[in-house]
């Protein structure tokens, strides 16, 4: 079965600080893909990235980093000097490989709410 | 260019009913997928569309059901709503199918509640 961690219920940080969003999966699929998606007080879902499991590099898009570490299953994301507008829900999620017309399982983390203070 | 659209934006329907959503998916985009999230079950992945035909599925009961037209378009339809089928539901478009690295782009959703 698949299960996706984040234990991180509510984060708050002042703005310019740099925070970790944790999140740590289990599978029994040795190939799955590893999501981020933000969602805003707006309500409206952003995906930040996708990884496959073969790809252990780690990414950075501007301030954005994600650290993908398959020995420790987990997939964390970092924000460096963090601002306001980054405030919302971050959400962590796992996904079977897409078998086409079939049943994928995709499990979502409860997410993190992340408040960056001013 | 024009986001990916959903309609209708808000929408309350009565235990036993079915209802239809929609959802315009960027222009040249030819996947849907959708998402149901509620405060109990959090967000489920429902099913994804790619050129009219169902490309895979979640863990969804066949009340769920959905199809997608020659221009990308996609329909969700749930029959004899539950109470629990109150959620927010939210469609994704993207070039190619999920199982690639296309980025998604996620309409704003439809907010169901069922009485």
């Known amino acids: 079965a698949q299960k996706v961690t984040q234990a991180q219920t509510e984060i708050s940080v002042v703005e310019k600080e740099d925070v970790t969003l944790d999140c740590v999966y289990e599978t029994r699929d040795t190939t799955y893909y590893l999501f981020w998606y933000k969602q805003p007080p707006s309500g409206e879902l952003v995906f930040l990235i996708r990884r496959n499991s073969f790809d252990e590099q780690n990414e950075i898009s501007g301030r954005y980093s994600w650290n993908f570490q398959k020995s420790t299953s987990s997939f964390n994301f970092t924000i460096t000097a963090s601002q306001v507008v980054d405030s919302a829900v971050y959400f962590c999620?796992?996904?079977?490989?897409?078998?086409?017309?079939?049943?994928?399982?995709?499990?979502f983390g409860t997410g993190t709410k992340l408040q960056v203070i001013p | 260019k024009a986001g990916v659209t959903q309609t209708p934006r808000y929408l309350i329907k009565t235990r036993g009913q079915q209802v239809t959503l929609s959802c315009s998916p960027i222009s040249g985009h030819r996947s849907v997928s959708w998402y149901q999230q509620t405060p109990g079950q959090g967000l489920q992945f429902l099913f994804e569309y790619f050129s009219e035909t169902q490309r895979n599925k979640g863990n969804f009961p066949g009340r769920f059901s959905g199809r997608q037209f020659s221009n990308s378009r996609s329909e969700m339809n749930v029959s004899t709503l539950e109470l629990g089928d109150s959620a927010l539901y939210l469609c994704?478009?993207?070039?190619?199918?999920?199982?690639?690295?296309?980025?998604?782009?996620f309409g704003p959703g439809t907010r169901l509640t069922v009485l």
């Open positions: 994704a478009s993207s070039l190619g199918y999920r199982g690639d690295t296309d980025t998604q782009y």
């Open positions: 999620a796992l996904s079977d490989l897409v078998t086409p017309g079939g049943y994928q399982k995709v499990t």
